[in-house]
């Protein structure tokens, strides 16, 4: 009984965290960046990205999913490129 209360409490702290996290990403917070931001800049206002690909010293990163989310190329660690999908 001790151990699935812990697990029950282990999934609801879980899942206060990741939404915690998620509520960054909004268009209100979107519409804060601006072409030639760094890179700790966009992470202050919108978190960490769900993950980030680079090659030839062009970082493209992504914030949440398909579904909802931002993606931000960055050229020479400033941002040269947005875009959103489906942010509320």
Avoid at 15 to 41: H, I, P, T, W
Avoid at 54 to 79: L, N, P, T
């Amino acid at each position: 009984m001790l151990i699935t209360l812990r697990r029950i409490a282990t999934c609801f702290f879980s899942c206060l965290l990741l939404a915690a996290c998620g509520s960054q990403l909004s268009l209100e917070n979107y519409n804060k960046l601006k072409v030639g931001q760094s890179y700790d800049e966009v992470k202050k206002v919108i978190g960490d990205p769900a993950r980030c690909d680079e090659m030839i010293g062009i970082r493209s990163c992504v914030w949440g999913d398909e579904q909802q989310g931002v993606k931000i190329g960055f050229v020479a660690g400033q941002v040269m490129l947005l875009s959103a999908t489906n942010l509320k």
